[in-house]
């Protein structure tokens, strides 16, 4: 049976940042349709940013109770009730969705297709029973939890960074099988609420995208509230009567051990969701980790169809879609297209201590250029005196003629907020004086920035 075509002037897979192409296209009146399969406003608001920042805050606020004791200040954290914490953003969820569908339903133009698509020819997909093409299909539909293929791991039941978020009860113990971002994040949450974690990390620092300066003081840091094996291999998970036992074998002496604890929290990745669209079928590459392939200006291989957000694989940050969206619907409606500027992507690291970055590492940068590296400490300036914040630190990358800044790295208190500055100046190609022209408030954190960048200096 032949099923009718029906045609859109825009299809729009997924519908996180997906939901900025379809507003743009509704105001101009166009013929939308609009495939997600849920939840309803993608990664981000439903089991990402939001929501775990909505539970790391308090966590947040747990820990600087609990290292008061060095400021003079004895403070105890008398109780923490966890449920309530995890409702409360769970209401936040479920009412952002709602907000999303109240809009769905009183837009005009719009069909909302609730279901897994895929496709099947060129520009059409098959949604449930219906068959959809459009003249221009711009695809968001995002990654999925990476469940590596570990030995009696589909046996047990374990969490992911969507299905944490179900939790009602906190564990009192629990293994993190991971040591990338969303895993220290984490860590840092469940270790202030009291539960007992074991981090289980095969590669041989934390967040290895890191410096590994960076990365060596987040291992030293959390491992005082928690337990972190780097250079350990997860090879089998079992469910026993003490809960759930992972065999790890270290990388470097092939020793086996076993960790127990009540819970495990998969946190080893994401891969894209371009498989489970058969991009293929509308002529769609895909590189080999299977994320789309897009050109500068973000069009797929298929001319008229673009890849934007995680799927692309280019940033997997909910900021970077934001962007990549507006560069995605200026192209599809401008003859004279822009290119997308990945030079000053910032990133941050929401465990305690916080990190940020933007630009490139070090050893990144010394391939490419003549350098200068400064670093400065949270303890060099007279703020971070008062907070009494002796770890802290931050390291700037400098082209040594130009005095160009290649990426700056940020591990401590704030670290968010103080990379901000470097990043509206590294967007527009700015250099060191461009950040040291302006007067700093004295004494305040941003201070840290420019003594990283008065001590410039060779680096081997």
């Known amino acids: 049976m ?134 221009k299909v711009f695809v968001a539909a995002g990654t999925r939890v990476f469940i590596p293929p570990i030995q009696g791991l589909d046996r047990v039941d374990y969490l992911t960074n969507e299905s944490v978020f ?10 993190i099988m991971g040591g990338g971002y969303i895993a220290t994040e984490f860590g840092h949450f469940f270790a202030a609420m009291g539960t007992k974690v074991t981090m289980v990390e095969m590669l041989d ?44 074998r270290d990388v470097l002496s092939g020793e086996e051990r076993e960790f127990t604890a009540q819970r495990l929290l998969v946190a080893v990745g994401r891969r894209s969701n371009a498989d489970l669209l058969k991009v293929e079928n509308s002529g769609i590459d895909v590189d080999e980790r299977g994320f789309i392939q897009v050109d500068d200006y973000l069009e797929t291989s298929k001319p008229g169809i673009w890849a934007f957000g995680d799927i692309n694989g280019k940033f997997l940050f909910k900021h970077v879609a934001n962007r990549e969206s507006v560069i995605v619907w200026y192209n599809s409606t401008h003859e004279e297209k822009i290119e997308m500027d990945y030079g000053a992507i910032p990133h941050a690291v929401f465990s305690h201590p916080q990190i ?3 630009g490139l590492t070090e050893a990144q940068a010394k391939e490419q250029f003549d350098i200068l590296v400064g670093t400065a400490k949270y303890s060099d300036v007279a703020k971070g005196q008062a907070m009494m914040e002796e770890d802290g630190f931050a390291k700037a990358i400098v082209e040594r003629k130009t005095k160009r800044i290649l990426g700056f790295h940020i591990i401590g208190p704030y670290a968010p907020i103080l990379i901000q500055e470097v990043v509206n100046v590294m967007a527009s190609g700015g250099t060191t004086r461009d950040v040291t022209r302006g007067i700093h408030v004295h004494p305040a954190t941003p201070e840290l920035i420019l003594v990283a960048l008065d001590r410039l200096r060779e680096h081997h």
Not at 22 to 27: G, H, P, Q, T, Y
Not at 74 to 87: L, R
């Open 166 to 175: 179900e939790l009602t009860e906190r564990p009192d113990s629990l293994i």
């Open 2 to 135: 032949q099923h009718t075509v029906k045609e859109y002037d825009i299809v729009v897979v997924g519908s996180g940042a997906g939901a900025d192409i379809v507003d743009a296209a509704l105001v101009r009146e166009l013929r939308v349709a609009w495939v997600d399969r849920g939840p309803l406003g993608g990664t981000c608001s439903n089991v990402g940013c939001i929501p775990s920042k909505m539970v790391i805050f308090p966590a947040d606020r747990i820990v600087e109770l609990q290292e008061a004791g060095k400021l003079g200040v004895a403070a105890q954290v008398q109780s923490v009730d966890f449920a309530a914490i995890m409702e409360r953003t769970r209401r936040v969820v479920r009412e952002t969705q709602a907000a999303i569908r109240e809009g769905i339903q009183q837009a005009e133009n719009l069909d909302f297709y609730e279901l897994e698509g895929q496709f099947v020819d060129d520009y059409t997909l098959q949604v449930g029973e219906e068959m959809i093409r459009g003249q």
């Open 356 to 358: 940020a970055g933007v």
């Open 205 to 248: 620092r934390l967040v290895s995208q890191e410096e590994p300066e960076i990365s060596k003081l987040l291992e030293k840091r959390l491992s005082e509230r928690m337990d972190v094996h780097t250079n350990t291999r997860a090879i089998a998970v079992r469910q026993d009567s003490a809960g759930i036992v992972l065999t790890g």
